[in-house]
C-alpha cells in the first residue's frame, strides 16, 4: 500500500503545475490606450500610443502594465483640391502581455479635416461664370484641410482572441 502512495505521489510531483498558474485573457476585453503625440495627415510622424491603466485578471493578477507601447498602423489622405478635406485613422494593432505575449488588438481613432467644398465650389464657378473666367475656375483648387489628432486622446480597444496568460 505504501508503495502504490510513493508511487502517486511521485508521479503527481512530476506533472507540469505550470498549466494551472496562467491566467484567463478572454477576447472582447476592453482597454483603455493614450496618444502620447499628436497625428496629421500631412506628415509622416508615426504615432506613439501606450496602455493608460493596468489590465487586470479576474483576482486583481496584472496582466498588461500600464504605460507598455501599442504597436499601430497609420492611415493617412491628405486634403485635396475642390475643398476636399484629408483624414487621419491611427488602428491598435497589438501589444505584449507580461509574460512576452503578443496581444492582438481591435479599435483606434480616426479624425477627418474641415470641409472646404463650398467655398471651393462657390468662389470658382461663382467667380468664373461672372467676372473672372479664367482665374475663377482656379478657385477650384482650394484644398480642405489637413486632419489632425492631438495628444491625450484616449480611446478604448477590445481584444480579438482569448489568450492563458503566465505569471
Do not use: W
Not at 16 to 23: E, G, K, S, T
Not at 69 to 94: H, M
Not at 115 to 136: D, E, Q, R, S, W
Request: proline letters at 2%.
Amino acid at each position: 500500500m505504501i508503495k502504490k502512495v510513493l508511487c502517486l505521489f511521485l508521479a503527481l510531483s512530476m506533472l507540469n503545475l505550470d498549466l494551472f498558474a496562467a491566467v484567463p485573457l478572454d477576447r472582447g476585453t476592453m482597454l483603455v490606450v493614450r496618444l502620447l503625440s499628436s497625428v496629421k495627415s500631412n506628415s509622416k510622424e508615426s504615432a506613439s500610443v501606450i496602455i493608460e491603466n493596468d489590465v487586470k485578471g479576474k483576482n486583481g493578477e496584472i496582466l498588461i502594465k500600464k504605460g507598455t507601447l501599442v504597436q499601430t498602423s497609420i492611415k493617412r489622405e491628405k486634403a485635396k483640391g475642390c475643398g476636399r478635406p484629408g483624414s487621419v485613422d491611427v488602428k491598435c494593432i497589438s501589444t505584449t502581455a507580461v509574460d512576452g505575449q503578443t496581444i492582438l488588438l481591435d479599435g483606434g481613432c480616426s479624425e477627418t479635416g474641415r470641409n472646404n467644398k463650398g467655398l471651393a465650389f462657390g468662389l470658382g464657378i461663382g467667380l468664373g461664370a461672372t467676372f473672372l473666367p479664367i482665374v475663377g475656375f482656379a478657385f477650384l483648387a482650394i484644398h480642405g484641410e489637413s486632419a489632425t489628432i492631438e495628444p491625450g486622446i484616449i480611446s478604448n480597444i477590445f481584444i480579438m482572441n482569448d489568450y492563458n496568460i503566465e505569471l
